[in-house]
């Protein structure tokens, strides 16, 4: 038990506050009256009880300090995700609150902090810098640095989910057509749209991991960033993502004859199947810029606009991960199983297949509608849609989905 002693001073009286840490170790803390004092040791028992107590030295860590260490924890994270966290931890946490002590943070401090993100950003800008904050100040929680986070009970702004663009058939072959076709990079797009590839695991894929005899892939490798910008390859992020992918006839018959027009044969086993013009592994801002952005604004499915709040230049429209939601969207369309699109695909679970990448299609919403207009008998529901008056807004005899959103 915390106990309290009188202490006689030059400067007058003093109440000493002698109490053990849980782990044993005899601690101090002196007060000038015995209120504060006596509300102190009894705080220290409670916190012991509750497993609540911290080191008063730790709790003072500041919040700059803390989130160093907490970038240096992992050094299994990935390079593009190890850079993400660290811009936001030194343009948006410490600026704002890396001088105070960890141990003085408060949920209203962090709630005043997501406010005032939220006047500025995009909902899930928002939400990405918290979940950073959020990560830091549990390890300082796990470092015995804070008895409770004040990640708690937090507002946060409502993500609005934005409708993507589903690429269909005729634009892919101009999407390819204008990437190079099979001579260039659009194999690369048949490979996201047909196989749904990530961009990285397209970018890694090597001749060897190619069965032609048999029409499959193997995903075992991909284009992975180093925390300084050095570009390599590594292994997929999980389990899931290294499979082996079935291809389809015509997708084989398109990766041989981009291997032809390269002076590749099946022998040259380690030779990478994309590359940069000057050879060597493809790099993806550079790649986006060379190749991406001019072949989808060439065919209308993307265009570069003017920021009108920067002066800059940025890109809106069609990204190569929408071929991946193209194709788990076609999955689901034609009625694949949700365990098969997720093998496939390379996820973890099947609710990120669903929530994510499935976005609803059109088509078979009237093909549903149409079925519960002839379970329940409505007049004229026996003639064909086509014989039918269009309504205003109905989609056109091609199907065709909305215009580009934004990425």
């Given at each position: 038990?915390?106990s309290?002693?009188r ?13 053990r ?24 028992e409670?916190d012991k009880?509750r497993?609540?107590f ?10 700059r300090e ?10 299994g994270k ?9 811009i ?6 410490v ?13 209203g ?14 909902p ?5 810098e918290y ?35 589903i690429?269909n ?6 999407l390819?057509?204008?990437m ?14 047909v ?25 075992s490798?991909?284009v ?11 292994e ?8 082996t992918?079935?291809?389809?006839v015509?997708?084989?018959?398109m990766?041989?004859?981009h291997?032809a ?7 040259d086993?380690?030779?990478?199947l994309?590359?940069?013009?000057e050879?060597?592994?493809?790099r993806?801002?550079n ?12 065919v209308?499915l ?11 230049t ?11 939601r193209?194709?788990?969207t076609?999955?689901?369309a ?8 997720q093998?496939?695909?390379g996820?973890?679970?099947?609710q990120?297949t ?5 976005q609803?299609v059109v ?7 149409e ?6 008998r409505?007049?004229?529901?026996d ?25």
């Amino acid at each position: 038990m915390a106990s309290i002693e009188r202490r006689e001073t030059s400067r007058g009286v003093r109440y000493d506050v002698r109490y053990r840490e849980p782990g044993g170790r005899p601690r101090v803390k002196t007060w000038r009256r015995r209120a504060d004092a006596e509300r102190f040791a009894r705080q220290v028992e409670v916190d012991k009880d509750r497993g609540l107590f911290v080191d008063p030295a730790l709790a003072r860590t500041t919040l700059r300090e803390v989130a160093a260490r907490w970038l240096a924890s992992n050094p299994g994270k990935r390079g593009g995700s190890w850079q993400r966290d660290e811009i936001v931890v030194r343009t948006h946490i410490v600026p704002e609150l890396g001088s105070r002590p960890v141990g003085s943070l408060t949920p209203g401090d962090v709630q005043s902090l997501v406010n005032r993100w939220a006047a500025n950003r995009a909902p899930g800008t928002v939400r990405r810098e918290y979940g950073v904050l959020r990560a830091i100040l549990n390890y300082a929680l796990a470092s015995d640095m804070i008895g409770r986070t004040p990640c708690r009970r937090i507002k946060l702004p409502e993500v609005t989910p934005v409708r993507r663009h589903i690429i269909n058939g005729d634009e892919l072959g101009r999407l390819a057509a204008a990437m190079g076709g099979v001579e260039g990079y659009g194999t690369m797009a048949y490979l996201g749209t047909v196989d749904g590839m990530r961009w990285g695991e397209v970018a890694g894929l090597r001749v060897g991991h190619f069965d032609f005899q048999a029409g499959t892939v193997r995903i075992s490798q991909t284009v992975v960033r180093g925390r300084k910008g050095a570009v390599g390859l590594g292994e997929p992020k999980s389990a899931a993502g290294r499979r082996t992918l079935a291809v389809p006839v015509a997708l084989v018959e398109m990766v041989g004859k981009h291997m032809a027009a390269r002076g590749l044969t099946v022998d040259d086993v380690d030779a990478l199947l994309f590359t940069a013009p000057e050879g060597g592994m493809l790099r993806y801002s550079n790649w986006l810029r060379r190749v991406w952005y001019p072949a989808t604004t060439a065919v209308g499915l993307g265009k570069l606009v003017e920021d009108v709040a920067t002066g800059r230049t940025r890109y809106v429209g069609l990204g190569f991960h929408d071929l991946r939601r193209a194709n788990a969207t076609g999955l689901v369309a034609e009625g694949i199983d949700i365990k098969t699109a997720q093998a496939m695909l390379g996820h973890s679970n099947a609710q990120l297949t669903v929530g994510l990448y499935a976005q609803a299609v059109v088509s078979l919403g009237a093909a549903a509608a149409e079925s519960m207009a002839a379970r329940f008998r409505l007049p004229g529901s026996d003639k064909p849609r086509d014989e039918r008056a269009m309504e205003p807004g109905e989609e056109d005899e091609n199907g065709r989905a909305e215009d580009v959103t934004t990425l």
